[in-house]
């Protein structure tokens, strides 16, 4: 496998929406590939981040609409 990683590709795989297929030969071009490691790695950090966002965002909506006491 000589063709790199496309963003779509490793943001499906990072979101676990591909194939199990799918994710081993990304993983097993992420092993060998030390340029689309480094994209998965940013790549993740952002997900988490936006993970995070999401959640903080939910834990504050449910704390103000509950904050009557
Ligand atoms: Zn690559």
Redesign the pocket.
């Known amino acids: 496998m000589d063709?790199?990683?496309d963003e779509e590709q490793l943001e499906s795989a990072l979101l676990r929406r591909c194939t199990p297929d799918q994710m081993t030969e990304i993983q097993a071009?992420?092993a060998?590939?030390a340029?689309?490691?480094q994209?998965a790695e940013k790549l993740r950090e952002y997900i988490d981040h936006l993970r995070a966002a999401i959640i903080a965002e939910e834990i504050d909506k449910g704390s103000t609409s509950n904050s009557s006491t």
């Open positions: 063709e790199h990683i071009h992420l060998e590939c340029l689309c490691s994209r």
